[in-house]
């Protein structure tokens, strides 16, 4: 399939994870690619396997970081068809009454502001039919304990999208995916690991009907949908990605 040739989309947290899937996923199918990430270093090492792709340091929950990220994408490409927010922040240290106050309003700035941002700049360079994709959480619908502040970050994540949905449209949709737990770069524990323990790992996979964890091409695979034609009648969506753990 080529369902986005001639198309510019911009992908935060390119560097790792879902956000390395969503760009190639795109990439792959036509359309010119942003990467942007905290992480330089590894979206320029992202971009080396994406002919045609610029990469540029983003802090995603900074505002003068979004309007040139969009700027870069402008300057590039012209215009922006499919903004991808996909960058997320940790849930180390997530218990409510175990987390510093200055790692809430990070992981809020990372999270939530971000979104806002990235939003409230690129949507006079979106022409109609554009659309606005957030990486949300399984964990924003079915909180999971010792991880509050993240949970409600996700949650707050879903309803904005809900909210843009409705001011965006009819020019411009807004949905975001909530993936179950995935294999990544990502901060799984309060241990400050990335990778699960055996114990935590068959814990998660027996909450899970079809029997695994999520991967970062089933997060890139709902992108591309919900960013395709084939999706044009959706928005204000939250997308499960789940294999059935919210059932
Ligand atoms: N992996 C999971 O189990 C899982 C499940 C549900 C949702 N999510 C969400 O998926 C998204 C992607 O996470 P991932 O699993 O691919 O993790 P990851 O750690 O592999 O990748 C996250 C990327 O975001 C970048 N990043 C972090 N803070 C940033 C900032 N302030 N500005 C710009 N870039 C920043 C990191 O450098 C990294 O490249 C996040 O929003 C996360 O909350 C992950």
Redesign the pocket.
Known sequence: MNRFEDKSVVV????????VAIAKKFAEEGASVLL????LE?AEKVAAEIPGSVAIK????DEEDNKAMVQAAVDNFGKIDVMCC????PHRGAYMTRMEVEDFDRMWA??VR?IFLATKYCVEHMPPGSSIIS?????GKRPRKGLTPYNAS?GAVITLTKGMALELAPNIRANCVC????P?????TSTGKAELSEDMEKMVIDGIPLGRR?T?EDVADAYAFLASDEAKFLTGVALDIDGGRSI
């Open positions: 935060t947290g390119a560097a790792s994870g879902f956000g942007a990430d905290i992480n590894g983003v802090d995603v929950s996909n960058a997320g922040g990372i999270n971000s990486t949300a959480s399984i964990a996700k993936p179950v737990s995935a990544t770069g990502f901060d799984m999520a970062p």
